[in-house]
């Protein structure tokens, strides 16, 4: 055995030993404090059950074989001794353990000593059962270790395992200890004493140190290096792990049960403060009643006229009015008056009740100083109920320190006191008020309390028992006590003084009901805790498994990984037309991607050189890589250029080529990129860009055209009529060609309109000049020429509006948002009001849905479709328009309907055309842009138009928007 090894035993050994002899010291213990007659001992707590003679012997014998084995690891005679003693622990636990099971307790578990005390219930002296399976486990695990067959894989791993389950299980019991909810001790069966956790729990360390000990199982794993790992490490760090979860569990648990405590307190104590406030309050209330009468000179002077003349019936029926009014308005029991001589005169009700002692001994106060009086809770010897009662003095007017008589008022409790200090706010099972005052030595139960019938002035307790809240709060305590109530149940409660009284507000609650959630929480972290420790423990037996296999399966892992990232850059290389290239410049060595080989028509294992690389390139690209490259080496500046190059099969390709040095590594590297369906593209935007310019030429003879309307009308009428259809048919003729280029066409429109308003201005503006100079000199025929010309303009003017409306349309980038139509229609339909005022028309608008779209855009679609509707309905004499819609695969299709002019569905597919008019300007005013527009914006939302018609009988105008999904 080499010296780490030998140190390793050794200090294993010495481990053993200490925790053998920590167990059979619990026993020691145990067992001393029978002999004693002293339990607590073996107990540790008097709430907790002590350890059983016989467990202590157990321990006392089955820790000193284990320490003496440690000690003596090769002694043959300490072998045959820790034999004996591992079966004399297993078959006697076994046979215990079967026994309890029927909770049949075999005398000689109490080893002689007379015991018959019981703690909840359950028999003191007897072995738990959880105990008996507890030494029974030990011992096996125990004489597992003494097998000289412990280093086979098999038996090892049983042996660890067990050692292991029973750490963990005795860490649960004990950490249940302290967190003083100790396991079972609710139940009929025989729960482990805390001695006994705390020994099992050295035991079970022990034997898991021994076992790892003797089977030669250090977790001796190959690193990466190849070195050898350490002994105890992964050991280490389960214990680590499993002391952090107990801790973190404990400290959890703390923690929720500290935030109840003060939870519950909070509540106790607002409850004791609102009740303490209310009966303030009502204190104050009922000697606010008493002002009624106290120093009522009116009062007084009826009093004063019904005492002189009994016979005076206005003011005994006045006295009664007054007395009755306040009994019932403030839920007064009783109210009488009474003479000096203590003479009932009235009262309300009117039964006569026998005066006692005590009214005398008020009354007389009352008498002495002239002051309102409050009568503390009484029992009334006429009926035996508990009353309260408001003494005051009834004053003369002009003798306030003689009264003239004495009105009381009767309160019962029952009715409104009692109620509002037993109202609990929250339901509760045992929570409830106590108002209590002293009397003599003793503390006085003034309610009727939840547990105790008739306590209210029956109950007493003396104020020796300073254990109860209720003395506590007698004896000047105020805020959160614990004791023991008057049924001997300890509780919580919150204690004060009513200002001013002599009452006292106890408010409290059973502690087994605040902590019973506490309970189930406490559960649940055991559960939780038991659970992270099992996978902890199980997660460093995996990692302990697998270590081994860690770096090959890492390596693998890489390779694959590896060719997982080549497989996927290959192939976004392809999809992107990008390969990358790297060039030496000292050794010349030139290497291509893939994808660059794929580029140049080349096999991918095709070896490039300088020289063959520079060959690919057209005859005037070649001297421009050159330079870059150069550059690039000497100067350190990065390139980007776009080549051209001739494949290995001659096909003719276009390359953008990136590159950049790196000095300290001598490489120049970049990427190469295919760019021949970019310049394809470039090359037919060009060829777009010639039409364009074709057009505009058209738009120039166009502008030289509208000049010459100032030499005739006529002239520039049929020339725009000609314009127009040369445009219509040219329009048509090209339409299929120019779908492609939209945007081109949308530049054209723009530029045409705009340039369009320069011969209009001059127009415009000769015009006026003739007008203002030679309007009266012209003759009938002249002037009409003259505003022909000038309404033609006008016209021309709003069409080439429209037409850069419709150019702007198709350039605008949408802005979407969420759109209310309902919102929307209603702002059209304002800012067509003009036209609408005068007409009748009678609208169907349905309620829309919110749609995600442009709002200026959707608001001119609708504008335009309205003012449509409202414009070719204008000739009948009951105009109908109605807006609807529906859903269908995910759209929806809104619709206009008009019962107008409708038009001939053979001319539908002019209806969308830039200047397409089914109807002349004579018949209806327009340009023909507006349903282009729409068509246009509806486009843009991805949706589609159309429309549906009958000639005179109206038209049905359709288009579609998507719905928009999350």
């Given at each position: 055995m080499n010296n780490s090894k030998r140190t390793e035993h050794y200090t294993g050994n010495v481990a053993v030993m200490a925790a053998g002899i920590l167990t059979s010291a619990f026993g020691l213990l145990a067992m001393i404090g029978w002999i004693l007659h002293l339990p607590m001992i073996a107990s540790f707590s008097v709430d907790y059950i002590p350890m059983a003679p016989s467990t202590a012997l157990f321990f006392i014998l089955i820790g000193t074989a284990l320490a003496l084995r440690s000690r003596l690891p090769h002694n043959r005679g300490t072998y045959f001794?820790?034999?004996?003693?591992?079966?004399?622990?297993?078959?006697?636990?076994?046979?215990?353990?079967?026994?309890?099971?029927?909770?049949?307790?075999?005398?000689?578990?109490?080893?002689?000593?007379?015991?018959?005390?019981?703690?909840?219930?359950?028999?003191?002296?007897?072995?738990?059962?959880?105990?008996?399976?507890?030494?029974?486990?030990?011992?096996?695990?125990?004489?597992?270790?003494?097998?000289?067959?412990?280093?086979?894989?098999?038996?090892?791993?049983?042996?660890?395992?067990?050692?292991?389950?029973?750490?963990?299980?005795?860490?649960?019991?004990?950490?249940?200890?302290?967190?003083?909810?100790?396991?079972?001790?609710?139940?009929?069966?025989?729960?482990?004493?805390?001695?006994?956790?705390?020994?099992?729990?050295?035991?079970?360390?022990?034997?898991?140190?021994?076992?790892?000990?003797?089977?030669?199982?250090?977790?001796?794993?190959k690193s990466a290096s190849g070195k050898k790992e350490v002994p105890y490490v992964f050991l280490l760090i389960f214990i680590f792990l499993t002391a952090g979860i107990l801790t973190g569990g404990y400290l959890a648990f703390q923690g929720f049960e500290k935030n109840f405590r003060e939870e519950v307190e909070e509540q106790l104590s607002a409850v004791s403060e609102l009740k303490v406030t209310q009966l303030s309050r009502w204190r104050k209330e009922r000697l606010g009643d008493a002002n009624i009468f106290y120093k009522n000179y009116s009062f007084s002077e009826l009093v004063k006229r019904y005492s002189k003349n009994p016979l005076d019936a206005d003011a005994k029926k006045r006295i009664q009015t007054w007395i009755k009014q306040v009994a019932e308005s403030y839920n007064y029991n009783r109210i009488c008056l009474h003479n000096m001589a203590g003479t009932e005169l009235i009262s309300f009700p009117q039964k006569h009740i026998h005066a006692t002692d005590l009214f005398s001994d008020l009354s007389a106060k009352v008498k002495e100083t002239g002051k309102v009086e409050f009568q503390d809770f009484y029992i009334d010897e006429d009926d035996k109920k508990v009353y309260i009662s408001v003494f005051l003095p009834i004053l003369d007017e002009y003798d306030n320190k003689n009264p003239i008589g004495v009105a009381i008022l009767r309160i019962d409790p029952y009715e409104y006191l009692y109620p509002l200090i037993e109202k609990w706010p929250i339901p509760s099972k045992t929570a409830e008020t106590l108002i209590i005052r002293r009397d003599g030595n003793q503390v006085l139960f003034l309610n009727n309390i939840r547990f105790k019938k008739n306590a209210a002035l029956n109950l007493r307790i003396p104020l020796t028992n300073e254990s109860l809240p209720a003395v506590k709060a007698i004896s000047g305590k105020t805020g959160i006590v614990e004791g023991i109530d008057y049924r001997g149940v300890p509780v919580i409660a919150a204690v004060r003084a009513?200002?001013?009284?002599?009452?006292?507000?106890?408010?409290?609650?059973?502690?087994?009901?605040?902590?019973?959630?506490?309970?189930?929480?406490f559960w649940m972290i055991i559960i939780f805790v038991g659970t992270l420790i099992i996978g902890t423990g199980w997660g460093v037996f995996l990692v302990w498994r697998q270590e081994n296999n860690r770096f090959y399966r890492e390596q693998y892992k890489s390779a694959e990984a590896l060719k997982l990232n080549k497989r996927m850059l290959n192939e976004a290389e392809r999809l992107g037309k990008v390969g990358g290239w790297e060039f030496d410049i000292d050794t010349k060595e030139l290497i291509w991607s893939e994808e660059v080989c794929r580029i140049h028509e080349v096999d991918v294992n095709f070896q490039p050189t300088i020289e063959k690389g520079i060959n690919f390139y057209a005859p005037a690209s070649r001297p421009v890589i050159e330079r870059a490259v150069q550059r690039s080496i000497v100067q350190s500046e990065p390139f980007d250029v776009e080549l051209e190059i001739i494949t290995a099969k001659n096909n003719l390709r276009w390359v953008h080529a990136i590159g950049n040095v790196d000095q300290e590594r001598r490489k120049v590297f970049g990427f190469f990129q295919d760019i021949t369906e970019r310049k394809q593209a470039e090359d037919k935007a060009l060829e777009s860009q010639d039409e364009l310019k074709k057009a505009l030429e058209i738009s120039n003879q166009s502008r030289q055209t509208l000049l010459s309307v100032l030499e005739d009308h006529q002239i520039v009428e049929k020339e725009i009529q000609k314009l127009n259809k040369e445009l219509e048919q040219r329009v048509i003729d090209r339409t299929a060609q120019l779908e492609a280029s939209n945007k081109e066409l949308e530049a054209f429109s723009y530029s045409v309109s705009h340039d369009l308003r320069a011969p209009l201005r001059h127009i415009n503006g000769y015009v006026d000049m003739l007008n203002k100079k030679y309007y009266e000199t012209f003759d009938e025929k002249a002037r009409y020429y003259l505003d022909t010309i000038t309404d033609s303009s006008k016209r021309m003017g709003i069409l080439i509006d429209d037409l850069l409306q419709f150019s702007r349309t198709g350039r605008k980038e949408l802005s979407n948002s969420e759109i209310d139509l309902n919102v929307l229609i209603r702002e059209v339909l304002k800012e067509l009001e003009h036209i609408i005022v005068e007409r009748k028309i009678k609208w169907d608008i349905q309620d829309l849905p919110q749609v995600f779209g442009d709002y200026a855009l959707l608001k001119l679609v609708w504008t335009n479709l309205i003012d449509n509707a409202i414009k070719y309905t204008r000739n009948q004499t009951s105009a109908k328009i109605s807006i609807k819609f529906k859903i269908e695969a995910k759209n929806y299709i809104f619709c206009i309907q008009d019962n107008g002019t409708g038009f001939d569905m053979k001319y539908a597919h002019k209806l969308f055309g830039v200047f397409q008019r089914l109807h002349s300007q004579a018949e209806f005013e327009g340009t023909g842009i507006g349903l282009a527009n729409v068509q246009r914006i509806i486009n843009k939302h991805a949706g589609k138009v159309w429309a549906e018609a009958k000639l005179n009988k109206g038209a049905s105008f359709y288009f579609t928007l998507p719905i928009k999904t999350e």
């Open positions: 001794a820790s034999l004996s003693i591992g079966l004399l622990v297993a078959v006697p636990g076994t046979i215990f353990f079967i026994s309890s099971l029927g909770q049949k307790y075999m005398p000689i578990e109490k080893l002689g000593f007379s015991i018959t005390e019981t703690l909840n219930g359950i028999p003191i002296g007897h072995m738990s059962p959880v105990t008996a399976v507890g030494f029974a486990a030990c011992a096996l695990v125990f004489l597992l270790t003494l097998s000289k067959t412990i280093e086979r894989s098999r038996r090892a791993w049983i042996t660890l395992v067990l050692a292991l389950i029973l750490v963990l299980t005795w860490l649960l019991f004990l950490f249940a200890y302290l967190l003083q909810t100790p396991m079972m001790y609710s139940g009929d069966v025989i729960p482990p004493a805390l001695p006994t956790s705390l020994a099992f729990l050295f035991l079970a360390v022990g034997l898991l140190i021994s076992a790892v000990v003797q089977s030669g199982h250090y977790i001796k794993i009513v200002p001013d009284s002599p009452w006292f507000i106890v408010a409290r609650m059973d502690l087994d009901e605040i902590y019973e959630p506490l309970s189930e929480r």
